[in-house]
């Protein structure tokens, strides 16, 4: 049997898009911080899963100054909610 080279994957979907946003108070010698990371599935032309070159990681370099100023309204938003329905 002769040598095949294996199929180029080409990516034609992504599957999943996978947010993750965290807002952190400072706690102990840890100052605050808001974080929000990505992650995506990214499947080839055979709906077989691909490795892509940054399917994930940082979210913030890829928003724009409005949209990152959404971004932390949205989590303030979120904590005071968590707040107001769970603490005494």
Do not use: C
Not at 24 to 37: G, K, M, N, V, Y
Not at 64 to 70: G, K, V
Not at 79 to 86: D, P, S, V
Request: charged share 20%; glycine share 4%.
């Amino acid at each position: 049997m002769a040598f095949q080279p294996p199929e180029t994957q080409i990516p034609t979907e992504i599957l999943t898009v996978v947010v993750v946003l965290k807002d952190r108070l400072e706690h102990d010698d840890e100052p605050a911080s808001q974080t929000a990371h990505y992650q995506l599935v990214v499947l080839d032309q055979n709906g077989q899963r691909l490795d892509w070159p940054g399917d994930q990681g940082n979210l913030v370099p890829h928003l724009t100054p409005q949209e990152i100023a959404q971004l932390e309204a949205f989590m303030t938003m979120l904590r005071t909610r968590a707040e107001a329905a769970i603490l005494i």
